[in-house]
């Protein structure tokens, strides 16, 4: 055996502590020695054979100096063959098992008697002196020399045969716990793994562990037990192998592979469709890797060619959940938007009280008439909480809602006669008349209030948006007006009331933002209205695209549920200088394209349909034929051919509109 220095025993001491193999480093701070110091030392243990150098190991990190398998079977003794007295770290006063620890028995080297050259001449001049006497004898037989070699193959071969029964007989089982062969795991359920091989029947002082073909650092001896705590590995697929010398009996090996995967499946499939039509199926068609879970809404999806396809009967009522899973547990979760083709609508706004009034009823037929406009809104509820049209709704009738101006199934059907669709606006959440009839009857939770806890005057009362009982009330007004064939239904007021939130209490709410409830009703009226096959729109501000915190208006979040969305841009509605506008109301294209262009950067690639609100009433510009045609011409150049018109009298200026939009 060589002859090792102290420095060299204190490293080869280091190497056996951590299962053959370390980095220079992590040597240098064990043994307190500086790196140079180290590396010299190994150099010379290199030179007897007894470590290599192993450089870096897939998934670790750092070039590695191991222990040889030479270097496994004399380091013990050579680090245990000379410790008392010694500069190591470790202080002993007899033979030290440096294996202690490891789980296995050492027993140190016998001595061997030292042989001086003196002792050699002395036995050669002995054997000179000796006399030698020949003895004559008979010559050997040539028959006697042929039994000795067969009996010396007799004797070979059953020494062969007997190696190879005891090597059948000495089998060694390695078992293997803590992750199984194949597995797939994530890089977070690495975290507190440990790798176990059990061993019965080998030499388990002898064993290397390998990561991808590299000996790994980190490695436990417990008995008959190799533990490892696998620690932070690179994506992609791993073997571990552990090596067993059975000596004579060659080498027992077991290995277990796994993947390493992090990265959630990739899933083909368009975020928002195309614009589809109301009352036909649906195709959700894509590509996914091979084997992934998909799961679309409620249904499970066949992926094992690597395609799916998945058929609606009708558009859905809002957006598709999807969620995708691989082997691994890595999951991939959107949803899939599928707008409503909304059909080109040019239309006026028509209150109950103007369908009751003869004159006004007419001019808006001959609106129709002379090909102006293709659709009519005519009010639901209007901004007073009054229903004009004979209703069925209990609380309607309980409230005094109802002040049956017109039949509603009538009108609808009138107006479809005339070739043009009815949009039915109902004013939801500001409701004097509901809001009265609550406070009058103890229901002070159905109205927004002041913080000392009365109604709130604002508007003459305005709802709780919050309350199940004011929200099924307006569900309750469109699905009637569903049933009677209306083809649209368009929310006003569907928002908060204006003004500092901490003057106002909302029972029920608790302070956040209040938007996604307001999102909310228009996700559950949505999927009502959708089955009906009624298109869905919400009227918003003006300024909603970029402050629509100001009333609760997310216009991005809104239009996952609606069919378009109408903001109402009026120019006299603008203070000077917005959007860089200097006078707004007496620049009605300017402010308008202003407006609207801002609702189209909101609502990109939501497919969407923007059918804005434009003005034809005075305030303190004068408005004429120039001044509506304005504002439709500022749409149409930004793309937009569909608009309503808004006249709360209800007299509109034909001259304005071209009767090309119909």
């Known amino acids: 055996m060589p002859l090792l220095a102290p420095a060299d025993r204190r490293i080869l001491r280091e190497l056996l502590s ?89 027993r140190p080297p016998k001595p061997e008697a030292p042989l001086y050259a003196t002792g050699l001449s002395r036995r050669a001049r002995r054997a000179a002196d000796r006399a030698v006497i020949g003895i004559a004898g008979p010559p050997p037989r040539r028959r006697g020399r042929g039994r000795v070699i067969v009996a010396m193959l007799l004797i070979a071969a059953t020494i062969g045969v007997g190696f190879v029964a005891m090597n059948a007989l000495r089998v060694t089982e390695i078992t293997v716990s803590g992750i199984n062969d194949g597995a797939m795991l994530r890089p977070a359920g690495l975290a507190g793994t440990v790798l176990e091989f059990s061993i019965d029947g080998g030499d388990v002082t002898s064993a290397q562990m390998l990561l991808d073909g590299f000996p790994v650092s980190g490695v436990q001896r417990y008995d008959n ?123 006026v706004h028509v209150t109950a009280a103007a369908w009751d009034h003869d004159g006004l009823r007419e001019s808006v037929v001959e609106l129709i008439e002379q090909g102006r406009i293709n659709a009519v809104q005519l009010d639901l509820k209007d901004e007073d909480g009054r229903i004009g049209h004979r209703t069925e709704v209990r609380l309607a009738q309980l409230s005094g809602a109802s002040r049956e101006l017109y039949d509603l199934r009538e009108a609808i059907d009138e107006l479809h006669d005339l070739g043009v669709r009815v949009i039915g606006r109902i004013v939801a959440f500001n409701d004097p008349t509901l809001a009265r009839y609550a406070t009058a009857n103890g229901d002070l939770d159905w109205v927004v209030q002041t913080p000392d806890g009365r109604p709130l005057q604002k508007y003459g009362g305005f709802t709780n948006f919050n309350h199940p009982i004011v929200r099924q009330y307006n569900l309750d007004i469109a699905a009637e007006a569903a049933a009677a064939g209306i083809d649209d239904i368009l929310w006003d007021y569907m928002r908060r009331p204006e003004g500092d939130l901490s003057g106002m209490r909302i029972p029920g709410w608790d302070g956040s933002d209040p938007s996604p409830v307001i999102v909310s009703f228009l996700a559950e009226a949505n999927s009502m209205l959708r089955e009906a096959q009624v298109f869905h729109g919400v009227s918003v501000f003006g300024i909603a695209a970029d402050r629509g915190e100001w009333v609760a208006q997310d216009i991005g979040a809104m239009s996952d549920h609606v069919d378009y969305v109408a903001p109402m841009v009026y120019p006299s509605h603008w203070g000077r200088g917005e959007y860089g506008v200097v006078h707004p109301e007496a620049q009605p294209y300017d402010i308008t394209r202003a407006s609207l262009a801002q609702f189209q950067r909101v609502l990109a690639g939501t497919n969407t349909a923007v059918v804005p609100w434009l003005q034809d009433f005075s305030m303190r510009v004068n408005y004429g034929p120039a001044e509506v045609r304005a504002q439709i011409d500022a749409a149409a150049d930004l793309g937009i051919s569909d608009w309503l018109l808004w006249d709360p009298q209800v007299t509109y200026t034909n001259e304005g509109i071209p009767v090309s939009y119909r």
Do not use: C, K, M
Not at 57 to 80: D, I, K, Q
């Open 18 to 106: 951590r299962g053959g193999t370390a980095e220079i480093g992590e040597i240098s701070a064990a043994v307190a020695l500086d790196s140079q110091t180290v590396q010299t030392s190994l150099g010379t243990l290199q030179q007897s054979g007894i470590v290599a150098q192993t450089g870096s190991v897939p998934g670790l990190r750092g070039a590695r100096w191991s222990l040889t398998r030479h270097g496994h079977e004399v380091g013990p003794s050579l680090v245990g063959s000379d410790l008392a007295g010694g500069p190591d770290r470790h202080e002993a006063t007899g033979p030290t098992d440096p294996a202690e620890g490891w789980g296995f028995p050492w």
């Open 225 to 347: 037990r190799i533990v490892w705590p696998v620690p932070e590995l690179t994506e992609g697929a791993h073997i571990v192998t552990l090596d067993v010398d059975r000596r004579f009996f060659g080498t027992a090996t077991a290995a277990v592979t796994f993947t390493v995967d992090g990265t959630p499946p990739a899933v083909e499939l368009p975020r928002v469709f195309e614009p589809v039509a109301l009352d036909e199926p649906v195709v959700l068609a894509g590509s996914v890797e091979p084997g992934v879970s998909l799961q679309i809404g409620d249904q499970r999806v066949d992926t094992a060619s690597g395609s799916f396809s998945l058929t609606l009967p009708s558009p859905p009522g809002g957006p598709v959940p999807v969620i995708a899973t691989d082997a691994a547990g890595n999951t991939t979760e959107f949803d899939v938007i599928v707008p409503i083709g909304y059909p080109h609508t040019t239309g």
